[in-house]
């Protein structure tokens, strides 16, 4: 294989890398824990948070805080397994590049 065709491999690469770690990034992922939501764009910025009882008590702010950081460590979490089973056959024997 002569240069000129290794770079044009590799442009080919960077290219779909890019296209889709942008896929990813624009797909929104919904993290749940019991009464909270949580959609999250692929590059972890919050679209919103959704809670689905109209009335709490003021002793369930606590718990409530809980199951909003466990939703959106759920969504977060969906975000890393695509991004690795995506990304994955670009960055074999690469970790951490994403």
Do not use: C, R, W
Request: net charge negative.
């Amino acid at each position: 294989m002569n240069m000129q065709a290794m770079l044009k491999q590799a442009q080919k690469l960077q290219k779909d890398m890019m296209n889709t770690k942008k896929e990813i990034d624009e797909k929104v992922f919904t993290g749940k824990s019991s009464i909270v939501s949580v959609e999250v764009m692929g590059n972890k910025k919050i679209k919103s948070v959704k809670i689905t009882e109209e009335k709490l008590e003021k002793e369930d702010i606590e718990l409530l805080e809980d199951m909003i950081v466990v939703a959106i460590n759920d969504a977060f979490n969906q975000i890393d397994s695509e991004t690795e089973a995506k990304m994955g056959k670009y960055t074999q024997g690469m970790p951490g590049l994403f």
